[in-house]
């Protein structure tokens, strides 16, 4: 089988090298078709994922029905920005597996927009997975969670490798909402990291901001101990304190005065926590660290005001 992989950002680009490394055939979808012709030509996405050599099993294209021809199935690796249009151009019988780790334009999970859009199968993949080390083969674990336990069995089946360890869960909700509020956390990390705040912060933020995620998962529905899993905990680890990660070399930046660049690689982190906060707002929950970064990143306060706010929060028992 040949295994379809919808973006070419540093996530496709790395998904489909390490399926290649262990001679899973793929085809590969880049929008612009200047990338698509780079990537066949170098065999390296040198804007996205440089270093990472893309095998022969691997093929890339810009056309999409041609991506698409027979294809039960695909993944969807452009950033949660570029989801909906891509969900537009979909054939609705099309499984879709979602692969950003972002929220809809409304806020909502990008696989309700889908079901809403009327795709049937609808699955998430999430858990600490950094791209500049799963598309060189370096051992990971991941999550594949949909309702449809069968489909999600097949697609776990497709992308178990020698390097990729893949775990199933019934729980959508929890395994999607991990992975993006993990990058608020992170940028928060970042923004410690950037200030020169000391380990005892650092773990502070990532211990309170895991709080933070369980706190919002379940008032979204989610399985309770979903957060400690792969696609919660697991990632969050792997984010907060990677020199890989996107989100929390943003926080760092912020705190150094620096402007962070929108539009070259991906931060959901930034765009995450605006609507976060605006859901926290106006269904009065608490959010603290979200509401920081929030305020932080849209300039409403430095971030050494926001970590005084954090600090100077009413005394309250640890739970
Ligand atoms: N980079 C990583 O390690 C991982 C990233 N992710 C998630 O995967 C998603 C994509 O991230 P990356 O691949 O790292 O991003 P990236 O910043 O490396 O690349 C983004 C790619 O998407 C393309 N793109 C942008 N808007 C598009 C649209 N509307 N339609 C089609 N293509 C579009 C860009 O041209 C570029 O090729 C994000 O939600 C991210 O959180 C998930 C796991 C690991
Ligand atoms: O999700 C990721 C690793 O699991 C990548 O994180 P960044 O987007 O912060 O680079």
């Known amino acids: 089988m040949t295994v379809c992989i919808l ?11 390490m399926l290649g490394l262990h001679g899973i055939e793929s085809v590969l979808w880049a929008r612009r078709p200047e990338l698509a012709a780079e990537l066949e030509q170098m065999r390296e996405n040198r804007s996205y994922l440089p270093g990472v050599r893309l095998p022969p099993a691997v093929t890339v294209t810009s056309d999409l ?9 695909a993944l969807l690796t452009v950033p949660s920005v570029g989801i909906p249009e891509l969900l537009e151009n979909l054939p609705r019988e099309l499984g879709v597996v979602l692969c950003a780790k972002g929220l809809a334009p409304d806020g909502d999970r990008l696989s309700r927009l889908a079901q809403q859009m009327g795709f049937g199968r609808v699955a998430v ?3 600490p997975n950094h791209a500049e080390e799963i598309g060189l083969g370096l051992p990971a674990a991941t999550v594949i969670a ?5 489909w999600a069995a097949q697609v776990q089946a497709a992308l178990m490798t020698p390097s990729l360890r893949v775990y199933t869960s019934p729980d959508v909700v929890g395994v999607e909402l991990g992975g993006v509020l993990k990058n608020v956390i992170a940028l928060a990390a970042g923004l410690i990291d ?34 400690y899993g792969l696609s919660g905990l697991g990632d969050l680890v792997a984010t907060a304190g990677s020199v890989h990660s996107r989100n929390r070399a943003a926080g760092e930046a912020i705190a150094r005065g620096e402007h962070v660049q929108q539009g070259g690689k991906v931060v959901e982190g930034i765009r995450t926590a605006g609507l976060l906060n605006t859901w926290a707002q106006s269904h009065g929950h608490e959010l603290p660290i979200v509401r920081a970064v929030a305020r932080v990143v849209a300039g409403d306060c430095t971030p050494t005001q926001g970590v005084a706010e954090l600090m100077g929060r009413r005394a309250k028992e640890e739970g």
């Open 146 to 150: 949909s309702s449809d336990a069968e």
């Open 7 to 17: 973006g070419a950002g540093g996530w496709g680009t790395a998904l489909a090298a």
């Open 65 to 73: 029905s041609a991506a698409l021809s027979d294809q039960a199935w």
């Open 125 to 127: 993949l999430s858990g």
């Open 194 to 227: 950037g200030l020169g705040l000391g380990d005892n912060a650092k773990a502070a933020v990532m211990t309170r901001g895991l709080r933070e995620m369980g706190h919002y998962l379940e008032a979204q529905g989610a399985q309770a101990q979903t957060v």
